[in-house]
Structures are given as structure tokens and as C-alpha cells.
T-cell receptor, first 111, second 114 residues
Framework: NAGVTQTPKFQVLKTGQSMTLQCAQD?????MYWYRQDPGMGLRLIYY???????DKGEVPNGYNVSRLNKREFSLRLESAAPSQTSVYFC??????????FGPGTRLTVT | AQSVTQLDSQVPVFEEAPVELRCNYS??????LFWYVQYPNQGLQLLLK??????LVKGINGFEAEFNKSQTSFHLRKPSVHISDTAEYFC????????????FGKGTRLSVIA
């Protein structure tokens, strides 16, 4: 099992460009999550999906959209990137008893 | 809603010394508790978890944590640290119905000094 995979690993964008971060899990988990990690801020939840077909906002959803494509895949889209979105993005998935499994992360720089 | 406070943002400790990383949580309902570790340039991996039963929980790499309901704490301990334990450690909580996402603390950076 690959667990949780994320693509790409690194990305550099110019302000105003768009991109989609991809995430997939092979553990048959119902719930999936997108976090961003910034120095001194810990992990902040952007969006999550408790089950296929549902998505909910987390703590910092502004500037992002998500799609739960199917049970395996959960993508995060930046429509118009801003320097404030420079961060490391982590995808995670979980099933009962709710421990989360994390992907390796995507390092995004917006110039 | 739940919240987590990690009381120390950085903890330096000499190799082979004991260490305790502190975590307090706030919740009006019963919770599950977790500790995760993040090595440099990697994702998070689960160290240990408390779901129910014995309040002393043992995890990977010689770490253990004790759930204290009256003090709403879940401190992480290791009796003798190694250089390889240098990493960031995150405490997390979720209400035991599982209807809301994990809530993470801001992390404690453990630096082990040779």
C-alpha cells in the first residue's frame, strides 16, 4: 500500500497563476483533509471531506477550493495564487478510530 | 469545540537525558488523543494514541504518554533521548464521536544536543 500520495512535491507559481494539488489514498478511508503548515503556526485545516460527495470548510478556507473526486481522491485548487499562500501543504486521510495518515507534503512558493 | 495547547514551542535536551513534552486540551465531551512526530522535510507520522483503557500509552521509538482526565493533559515522555529524536512533535485531539476533524497543537520542536 502506498498510503497517502501527493503531487507535485514542489511547485513555484507567480502571483495570479492557478494550480491544483492532487491527493490520493488507498486505505479505503471515508475522510480526507487538506492542511497548510507555516512556521510557528502548526497545522491549519483548509478543507475536509467527511465522506465522498461532501466537503466542509476548515479554519483557513479563503483562496482555496476543493473537489472530492471519488473515495480515493481529494484535490485542492488555488484559483489565483498569492504570496500569502506560500506554505507546505499536507493531505491526510482517516477512518475509525480517526487517527490521520499524512502524505509527504507539497512545498509551494508563490512569487 | 476542542482546543490543544502545547506549552513549550522549543525544548533543547542533551542526548541520553529524559524529556517531557507537555500537552493540555480543552473539550466538553470525551476525546481521543494523539501524538505525531514530524522529521525534517517529511510528513507527520503517528507516535501513539489514547482511545480508552489504560491511561499510560506506549508508542514507537520508546515514547510514552499519560492521559490525565482531571488535569486535561496528555504529556509525552521518553526516559533517554537520542540525536535521532530531533524533530517536531504535535499533540492532537478529536471528540470520540469522530464527527469533527482532529485539532492540532502548534507543535514543540525537540532538539537533542550531543
Amino acid at each position: 500500500n502506498a498510503g497517502v500520495t501527493q503531487t507535485p512535491k514542489f511547485q513555484v507559481l507567480k502571483t495570479g497563476q492557478s494550480m491544483t494539488l492532487q491527493c490520493a489514498q488507498d486505505m479505503n478511508h471515508n475522510s480526507m483533509y487538506w492542511y497548510r503548515q507555516d512556521p510557528g503556526m502548526g497545522l491549519r485545516l483548509i478543507y475536509y471531506s467527511a465522506s465522498e460527495g461532501t466537503t466542509d470548510k476548515g479554519e483557513v478556507p479563503n483562496g482555496y477550493n476543493v473537489s472530492r473526486l471519488n473515495k480515493r481522491e481529494f484535490s485542492l485548487r488555488l484559483e489565483s495564487a498569492a504570496p500569502s499562500q506560500t506554505s507546505v501543504y499536507f493531505c491526510a486521510s482517516s477512518g475509525p478510530p480517526y487517527e490521520q495518515y499524512f502524505g509527504p507534503g507539497t512545498r509551494l512558493t508563490v512569487t | 469545540a476542542q482546543s490543544v495547547t502545547q506549552l513549550d514551542s522549543q525544548v533543547p535536551v542533551f542526548e541520553e537525558a529524559p524529556v517531557e513534552l507537555r500537552c493540555n486540551y480543552s473539550s466538553s465531551v470525551s476525546v481521543y488523543l494523539f501524538w505525531y512526530v514530524q522529521y525534517p522535510n517529511q510528513g507527520l507520522q503517528l507516535l501513539l494514541k489514547y482511545l480508552s483503557g489504560s491511561t499510560l500509552v506506549k508508542g514507537i521509538n520508546g515514547f510514552e504518554a499519560e492521559f490525565n482526565k482531571s488535569q486535561t493533559s496528555f504529556h509525552l515522555r521518553k526516559p533517554s533521548v537520542h540525536i535521532s529524536d530531533t524533530a517536531e512533535y504535535f499533540c492532537a485531539v478529536i471528540q470520540n464521536s469522530g464527527n469533527t476533524p482532529l485539532v492540532f497543537g502548534k507543535g514543540t520542536r525537540l532538539s537533542v544536543i550531543a
